[in-house]
């Protein structure tokens, strides 16, 4: 539930609605846990979108990490 909250939030954001919130809620999630969620989701789309957009490679070893 909450991954399929997070993927929307990155991929729909104008889609986000209270059913959304009462799913996660009935799971156990707090407003301040969705808001985390969120917020983290939001954050990392941001600044990839940011990245991408501007051509901005990680650095070597980073950009290495999980590749070779």
Known sequence: VM?????KVGN????VCEADF??????????DDIWDIGSITALFALS????????????DEFYSMART
């Open 3 to 7: 991954l399929e909250f997070a993927v």
């Open 12 to 15: 729909q954001a104008d889609e």
């Open 22 to 31: 009462t799913t996660l809620h009935s799971h156990g999630f707090s407003e």
């Open 48 to 59: 990839n979108r940011i990245a991408n957009m501007a051509g901005i490679r990680p650095n």
